[in-house]
């Protein structure tokens, strides 16, 4: 809502935690009330792809050309492509295949809780004979 009005101040914080080192996203990229605009005029260091494109990636043409052409958008304002709600192999090797940077989604983890996490990061680091 702040964007969509322009509020300097909310630009303004946007742009001063930029220069204290956070990486800000644009979600939901693709949907709603995306603009191409936000491009240009907020200091964002990466898109991430509303996983609504990605559901249909595999059968529907459209989805698959929206998602590709925005993955091209941008790495053309070199941002970081990302890719939200990847449910199977099929849509990850897609994603891959049109170079979209990183890929999130159920086929890699539910959520979980801090424990959980750690847990499954500890197993995973085990040396396994």
């Not at 989604?105 to 040396?127: E, M, V």
Request: hydrophobic share 40%; proline share 2%.
């Amino acid at each position: 809502m702040f964007i969509e009005n322009n509020d300097k101040a909310t630009l303004a914080t946007l742009n001063q935690l930029k220069q204290d080192g956070f990486r800000v996203v644009l979600d939901d990229f693709g949907t709603n009330y995306s603009s191409l605009g936000y491009l240009k005029r907020l200091a964002i260091d990466a898109l991430k792809i509303d996983r609504t494109l990605i559901q249909n990636l595999t059968t529907d043409d459209n989805d698959l050309m929206l998602v590709a052409s925005i993955i091209d958008l941008a790495h053309n304002f070199n941002l970081t492509a990302v890719a939200e709600g990847v449910e199977n192999k099929s849509q990850e090797l897609i994603l891959i295949q049109h170079g979209c940077d990183f890929v999130q989604g159920y086929f890699y983890s539910h959520p979980l809780s801090l424990n959980n996490l750690l847990a499954q990061f500890n197993a995973s680091r085990k040396i396994q004979p």
